[in-house]
Nanobody
């Protein structure tokens, strides 16, 4: 199983970016999918996640600005980021809880990370 993330880049404060992450490989089912981020010198933190049923949860710092969604048919999760601030600058990682075969346990997978830089 691989998670491939796309969409990072450089944007001015107040701008928008859309991240996407697609899971590929031998997949029976995907439970929650989410996005984390890690800024230089800081620990990795949860940004948002979405359950298989569509329930969402956001970090307080991004509520009202970021929206997470998923396309189950494409095994893809998206993160629409609006009103970006310099403090949103970080490497963003996608995460997915995946079962490869029907009788397997759920395992956690990570994407390679994509850099988001917000200039002031």
């Amino acid at each position: 199983v691989q998670l491939q993330a796309y969409g990072g880049g450089l944007v001015q404060s107040g701008g928008s970016l859309r991240l996407s992450c697609t899971a590929s490989g031998s997949i029976f089912s995907i439970n929650a999918m989410g996005w984390y981020r890690q800024a230089p010198g800081k620990q990795r933190e949860l940004v948002a996640y979405i359950s298989s049923g569509g329930s969402t949860n956001y970090a307080d710092s991004v509520k009202g600005r970021f929206t997470i969604s998923r396309d189950a048919a494409k095994n893809t999760v998206y993160l629409q980021m609006n009103g970006l601030k310099p403090e949103d600058t970080a490497v963003y990682y996608c995460n997915a809880q995946i079962k490869q075969r029907r009788w397997d346990q759920v395992r956690e997978y990570w994407g390679q990370g994509t850099q988001v830089t917000v200039s002031s």
